[in-house]
């Protein structure tokens, strides 16, 4: 039920994710650092590092870091940048998440591609746990179920395969499953964070940081049709009795065409994401 990530995946989206990221969430965020004179972070599901690599250099001054991750072989591959202390927790974010928010007394507590896996309820622990420390709170790169194919990364037209929906429903449905913190939210993370963060009393933004992939990016591209293949056979075979083979014979039909698309080397691809920030009233 855990979700576990493979370090090779996690380093080949780090610099779409970094792109990607929502420039006004971070200048925002900056402005109210520096206003606080704030210098604790705490980093929610951190893998190798990827958030503390985005944040250090954009947020000025000491930074003191804790990471929490239950993969402790991801956790190990984090280096801390010059100007940081780093501390790492191996845990579960069910419990020692809010602990770590509670004990470091964080500023801020943030998270990269995290949010989707989490339930409501986590959600709402975790928004009471930051109120109650007066930390802000920056969620980036929750996947939001949006998935758009264009005849060129460049050219903003639809160029829509029959099968797109049908697989982009599965691949959403499976999102959903438990991931080890209750139901996922999936797609609807980011809408729920930002009605929970407002309800909880803060200020909210919710901007757009969807992935803008083209040729240039095929090795992501092609990484993402063969796990959404993957994660529509799996919806499929969990799905009620309706589901049969000629539905997996689609999906895999559908990937084919879709790995052919991208070694014809002229596509574009938009994988919607969100990005929350939410400052203390
Ligand atoms: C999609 S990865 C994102 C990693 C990193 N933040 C980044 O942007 O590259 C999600 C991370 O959350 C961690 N994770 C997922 N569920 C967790 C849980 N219940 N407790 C602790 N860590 C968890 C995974 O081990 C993984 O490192």
Known sequence: MSATFDPAWLALREPIDHRSRAAAAMSLLAQAWRAGGWSRIVDLGSGTGSNLRYLAPRLPGIRRWTLIDHDAGLLARVTAPEGTEVRRIVGDLAATGMDAIRESEADLVTAS????????????????????????????????????????????????DPDDGFVRRSVNAHQRRDKGLGPALGPMAGLRAETTFRAAGYRVWLLLSPWRLGPGDAALARALVDGWEAAALEALREAPAQAGSADADRVRAWAERRRATIAGGRFGLTVGHLDLLALPA
């Open 113 to 160: 591609a995290l949010l989707d896996l989490v339930s409501k309820e986590w959600l709402e622990t975790l928004a009471a746990a930051c109120r109650r420390s007066g930390s802000a709170a920056l969620f980036a790169l929750t996947y939001d179920g949006a998935i758009q194919w264009r005849a060129a990364a460049d050219d903003p037209r639809p160029a829509d």
